[in-house]
Structures are given as structure tokens and as C-alpha cells.
Nanobody, 117 residues
Framework: QVQPVESGGGLAQPGGSLRPSCAAS????????INWYRQGLGKQRGLVAT???????NSADSVRGRFTISWANAKNMVYLQLNSLKPEDTAVYYC???????????WGQGTQVTVSS
């Protein structure tokens, strides 16, 4: 069992930055990938960025060049660096942990990111 916990959301002005983090407790040695999703008000939840255990990353077209996902020093924690924020980035950001060997998929409770002047 893995429990992801997000933190580091908040309020930023357009053009500003935030750095949410996701810390996973439990059987962390088995983690194969960590994803960040987001869901704006009245919108579907969508994939923002992915990092796999080997370090390769991918991100959505809408955030590429502005958002960066990275491992922290411990491989049970990731950061999502949000730069050049836009009002349309306002959403609840969710951490999603995947373990391929048992098909496990675990969600955090989300952290609110609000971009407004």
C-alpha cells in the first residue's frame, strides 16, 4: 500500500511560480512512476506530467516548457515546479503513484493551485 500526500500548492500571480510536492509513504521501493494530474472547476481531470523510476519525464503540451517534474533526493518524493503560471493553470493538482508489478494505482487528496492577480 502506498499513500501519496501532496503539499505546496497555494496562490500565485500570473507569471509567478509554485512548487508542489508529493511524498509517498508505504512500499516506496516498488514505485514505477509518479504522475501529476489536475482538475479545474467543471473540467475533467487531465495528466500534467509523468516521471518514471529511471528518471525519464514527459509533460502535457499545455505545460511543456513551464512545468518540470523531478525526483527529490529520496525516491519517494517528487516536485512539480510550476513557472510562468497562467490563470488557466488554476486547478486541484493530484499526485498519482503507479506500481506496475501488482497493478497498483494510488491517489493523493490533491493540493489547490490558484493563479490570480
Amino acid at each position: 500500500q502506498v499513500q501519496p500526500v501532496e503539499s505546496g500548492g497555494g496562490l500565485a500571480q500570473p507569471g509567478g511560480s509554485l512548487r508542489p510536492s508529493c511524498a509517498a509513504s508505504g512500499i516506496v521501493a516498488s514505485i514505477d512512476a509518479i504522475n501529476w494530474y489536475r482538475q479545474g472547476l467543471g473540467k475533467q481531470r487531465g495528466l500534467v506530467a509523468t516521471i518514471i523510476s529511471g528518471g525519464r519525464t514527459n509533460s502535457a503540451d499545455s505545460v511543456r516548457g513551464r512545468f518540470t517534474i523531478s525526483w527529490a533526493n529520496a525516491k519517494n518524493m517528487v516536485y512539480l515546479q510550476l513557472n510562468s503560471l497562467k490563470p488557466e493553470d488554476t486547478a486541484v493538482y493530484y499526485c498519482n503513484v503507479k506500481i506496475y508489478s501488482n497493478g497498483g494505482e494510488y491517489w493523493g487528496q490533491g493540493t489547490q493551485v490558484t493563479v490570480s492577480s
